[in-house]
Structures are given as C-alpha cells and as structure tokens.
C-alpha cells in the first residue's frame, strides 16, 4: 500500500488527474500516475455502460423542469456573451437553489431554507390546515 489517492473528473471543458501522495511513496505513485495519464484505459463494456448511463440522463434532462430551465437559461447567457466558465458556475448556482427548493417543498414539506431566501440558514415548516 501507498498511501496515495488517484482520481480522475472530466466535466464537458476539460479532463483532469489528480495525485495525493505521501511524501515517503512519492516516486512510486507518480509512476503509477504517469501510467494512468499515459495509458489510459477504457475498457469496452465500462464505455459502453457508462454511455447508456449518460444517454439516459440526457433523455431525462429534456423532460424535467429545472434541467430544461438551466438549459434555457445557459442559452440565453451564451447569447449575451457570458463567458462559458462564467456561465456554468451561475447554473451551477442556480440549479442546486432550485433543486433544494422542490426537496424541501414538495419531500419534506418544507419552505425553502431561510439562507436560499437571502436570509439566515434554516428551515421552518410549512403550515397546513389554515
């Protein structure tokens, strides 16, 4: 054992590889990470279940709200010339405000938090019956 953490993200602008190591193991896993970056693998049935994951996530994208909004939304910025960077982080915002919205108010019954309202952190139940 290493002691050593190798991840790997790829979101739609670029791919990264990252390396934590320690100290004592540090050639060891840099070869093992300059293999990883110079032979990458992708194994055929891992591609193909991973594209089938994403297609479905894609299908269900184009038929719900919030998802169908931000895109509309990711649009209209790139329209105006928003940089893409810039753009997606404000998405990114976005969506996780809405989405933590319809969590609480249609799962839980819940308000939206105070926070998300540009209030203080917190939650208050819903009234009901009045």
């Known amino acids: 054992m290493l002691g050593a953490r190798l991840g790997t993200r790829s979101n739609l602008d670029m791919s990264s590889v990252t390396l934590s190591a320690l100290k004592e193991n540090l050639d060891a896993s840099l070869e093992i990470y300059a293999d990883v970056i110079l032979n990458p693998s992708f194994p055929e049935e891992d591609f193909k279940r991973l594209q089938q994951q994403q297609l479905a996530g894609i299908k269900r994208e184009k038929v719900s709200p919030v998802p169908m909004a931000l895109r509309d939304i990711y649009e209209a910025m790139q329209d105006l010339g928003v940089p893409k960077g810039a753009a997606l982080g404000i998405l990114v915002m976005l969506g996780v405000g809405m989405q933590t919205y319809e969590v609480k108010r249609r799962g839980?019954?819940?308000?939206?938090?105070?926070?998300?309202?540009?209030?203080?952190e917190g939650t208050r139940k819903a009234r009901t019956g009045r």
């Open 108 to 120: 839980k019954k819940l308000r939206p938090t105070r926070k998300a309202r540009g209030g203080r």
